[in-house]
């Protein structure tokens, strides 16, 4: 079956301007966590939608925001963008409240440069 | 508030090599552990995992068990190929605190030589 697709893989945006990526899960998952990946703070939670809703936050400003569609689709969106943004953004989805040992499966990711 | 520790990279070792990667957490409550191993250019791939005190993970040769009295969860792997090379990262999840995330180290980085 088709793994997590993000799109796009690749985004070069502007100081200032705003930014939104998209996370297509497995088939039959209904949860999905974003995570941003930087050299500096390696990988760091985002958030996670479950059935549209938002379970969870990580420590970020509320320029980073996401959405869960019905069809379990989901997209962050980053506004103002800063130059700090710039870092790989990772999508994860997971089987459907198993609980929290499940595996979680990785997208390729969004490289986003902020320039 | 949970977190993970790993040893520093890089790691360099020769092939067939044993490979060890230190990996300890602290966690309120009851988590999970995994490793998650990323090639360039990749996403992260799960490569193991363990959900209780004394399981064993263990896939393409590689094995880490679950020590809740250490708090560790060491990767190892009794022969490595130029093919391991990549970058592995330990993780938790804990299942008590309410959390539905994944805490991450923050990689070890591996090269292997031929």
């Known amino acids: 079956k088709a793994g997590v697709t993000q799109t796009p893989r690749y985004l070069i945006k502007t100081r200032g301007q705003q930014v939104t990526l998209s996370c297509s899960p497995i088939?039959?998952?209904?949860?999905v966590s974003w995570y941003q990946q930087t050299p500096g703070q390696g990988l760091q939670f985002l958030f996670e939608?479950?059935?549209?809703?938002?379970?969870n936050k990580g420590n970020f400003p509320g320029r980073f925001s996401g959405r869960q569609f019905s069809n379990s689709r989901s997209e962050m969106n980053v506004s103002t963008l800063e130059l700090g943004d710039s870092a790989l953004y990772l999508c994860?989805?997971?089987?459907?409240?198993?609980?929290?040992?499940?595996?979680?499966?990785f997208g390729q990711g969004t490289r986003l440069t902020v320039v | 508030g949970d977190s993970v520790t790993q040893m520093e990279g890089p790691v360099t070792l020769s092939e067939e090599a044993f490979l060890t990667i230190n990996c300890t957490y602290t966690a309120t409550g009851y988590p999970s552990l995994f490793w998650y191993v990323q090639y360039p250019g990749e996403g992260l791939q799960l490569l193991l995992k363990?959900?209780?005190?004394?399981d064993k993970g263990s896939n393409k040769g590689f094995e880490a068990t679950y020590r809740k009295e250490t708090t560790s969860f060491h990767l190892e792997k009794g022969s490595v190929q130029v093919s391991d090379s990549a970058v592995y990262f330990c993780?938790?999840?804990?299942?008590?605190?309410?959390?539905?995330?994944?805490?991450f180290g923050t990689g070890t980085r591996l090269k292997v030589l031929a």
């Open positions: 363990a959900t209780k005190a004394d």
């Open positions: 994860a989805s997971s089987l459907p409240g198993q609980g929290y040992d499940d595996e979680a499966f």
């Open positions: 088939s039959g998952h209904r949860s």
């Open positions: 939608y479950f059935s549209e809703t938002q379970r």
């Open positions: 993780a938790l999840s804990d299942r008590i605190s309410g959390t539905y995330k994944y805490i």
